[in-house]
């Protein structure tokens, strides 16, 4: 065998050898991305999850078209975890919390699983649902803030991730005050789960979230307004 025969096999086995490790080194952060990501999520490989779906305001059981969206948006999130979901009406969904992952998409005023997880997990939540026309016509306190929709200018939503106990499946809230601002939040877990994961791990966490001219942006624009995890989870005093 000449020098140059013994060079270029030389040559391909370490180029074998580099393409070997890049392939394994990129193997193993994916495998370790998908993990993070599925425990945050509480979707280990061929586990089953809940949507609960709210109804349209006056469809007779309709999903509003931006819920739909969303509901699309979390079933491809769900698939790349590995995990199967099972999507569920508001009215039917009567079952405890903990034993699969929920995904709750709507107002309480539409979906009363929703009204059932703030009565319970977050009992310094309130949101107006009244039907009359006013300012504060599904606004939500949340301690002694109130924050007021203006259609199409600002709308709020919140974005919780709760648990109730060791080992228990997580509960992800997506609460908004127009049906465009549930896939807005829903959007904002999209491209924020790992710094939210990095930041709160397997704790419970709530946020809300201000969507920007949904008018001109759609569910694009959203800003964090602020943590409210700890007024969240305090009842609201009587006099307020």
Known sequence: MTDDIRNIVLGVVAAGISASLGWLARTYLWRRRLRRK??????????????????????????????VSALLELAALIKDCGAHAEIVQHDT???????????????????????????????????DTSTESGPDRGSFQIGSERYRAEGGVTEYVLLARLTVGEGARPVFL???????????????????????????????????????????????????????TRAAHEPVPAAA
Do not use: W
């Open 38 to 67: 599925q425990a945050f999520f509480g979707l280990p490989g061929n586990s089953e999850c809940l949507l609960v779906v709210n109804r349209e305001a006056g469809g007779d059981g309709a999903v509003h078209r931006y819920d």
């Open 174 to 228: 997506f609460c908004g005050q127009r049906a465009i601002t549930n896939q807005a939040a829903t959007r904002y877990l999209f491209r924020h789960h790992e710094k939210l994961a990095r930041k709160h791990g397997g704790n419970s966490f709530c946020l809300l979230l201000k969507v920007v001219n949904s008018l001109a942006y759609g569910p694009d624009v959203v800003e964090l307004v602020a943590d409210v």
């Open 93 to 127: 969904a009567r079952q405890g919390f903990g034993e699969r992952t929920e995904f709750c998409l709507g107002g309480p005023y539409s979906n009363r699983r929703m009204a059932a997880h703030l009565n319970s997990l977050l009992p310094g939540v309130k949101v």
